[in-house]
């Protein structure tokens, strides 16, 4: 079992930064695959980007593809997420995910564990 617990969402204008952090424990953390997605009110879930164990390789939905960096830090077992240029379309809860396919990118079928969220509103 892998616990996720995210943190650093909030309120922010349309143009700031936030940085999400999702710090994981229960499992070796250089064994998974890790993630971000979203869901906006009255929406289905979305991919935001995913990272591989290793940190070199990460994938990004194109809504997000120049604004937004994820990376990771093995040794803190943690997972970030930057969102620079922040849009009011960027309003959502975010939620931070773990996959035990260490180098699964492709967001179809992702994701064995999940956090509870952490809700980011961008105001116009």
């Known amino acids: 079992q892998v616990l996720l617990v995210e943190s650093g969402g909030g309120l922010v204008q349309a143009g700031g930064s936030l940085r999400l952090s999702c710090a994981a424990s229960g499992r070796t953390f250089s064994n998974l695959a890790m993630g971000w997605f979203r869901q906006a009110p009255g929406k289905e879930r979305e991919f935001v980007a995913t990272i591989a164990w290793t940190g070199g390789l990460r994938s990004y939905a194109d809504s997000v593809k120049g604004r937004f960096t994820i990376s990771r830090d093995n040794a803190k077992s943690t997972v970030y997420l930057q969102m620079n240029s922040l849009k009011p379309d960027d309003t959502a809860v975010y939620y931070c995910?773990?996959?035990?396919?260490?180098?699964?990118?492709?967001?179809?079928?992702?994701?064995?564990?999940w956090g509870q969220g952490t809700q980011v509103t961008v105001s116009s």
């Open positions: 995910a773990a996959d035990s396919r260490p180098y699964k990118l492709d967001p179809n079928s992702w994701g064995h564990y």
